[in-house]
């Protein structure tokens, strides 16, 4: 599951893949789904979403992409470290998530199933 979120309880847009799939062709479909912002804004990501490709792809959708380079990277690039802590936000979003069982343990056998039922959970922790 890959998402894009505002907060730690707001999630804007997410998807569902499958296990073996990549990270980073994944956060270029959510990035194209949200699409060009009026103003730059931060997107903090994994480093699995760091390959040159989806960082182009957020700048020019006026994303400034926060990720820091892996460790073999030939040309590391600064990034904010400050901004880059917030990034436990998607990560509470997720455990709170996963405190519903039945997402937890992926009941559902279709895609489109454990999509409602993470609608659902997001929902209800938006009003609760």
């Known amino acids: 599951m890959h998402f894009i979120s505002a907060n730690a309880k707001t999630g804007v847009e997410f998807i569902v893949s499958g296990g073996q799939a990549h990270d980073a062709p994944q956060g270029r479909i959510l990035m194209d789904t949200i699409g060009k912002q009026k103003h730059i804004i931060p997107l903090i ?3 699995g979403y760091e390959d040159d490709y989806t960082r ?3 700048q020019t959708l006026n994303f ?3 990720v820091p380079p892996k460790s073999n990277r030939k ?3 600064d990034y904010d470290k400050e901004i880059y802590k917030r990034r436990n936000e998607i ?3 997720f455990r709170l998530i996963k405190g519903f069982r039945r997402i937890f343990t992926r009941y559902e056998k279709l895609d489109i199933m454990l999509v409602g039922f993470v609608q659902l959970a997001l929902v209800y922790l938006s009003i609760r």
């Open 91 to 93: 990560e509470r979003l």
């Open 75 to 77: 040309n590391p690039w």
């Open 56 to 58: 182009y792809i957020a």
């Open 45 to 47: 990501m994994d480093k």
């Open 64 to 66: 400034q992409p926060i």
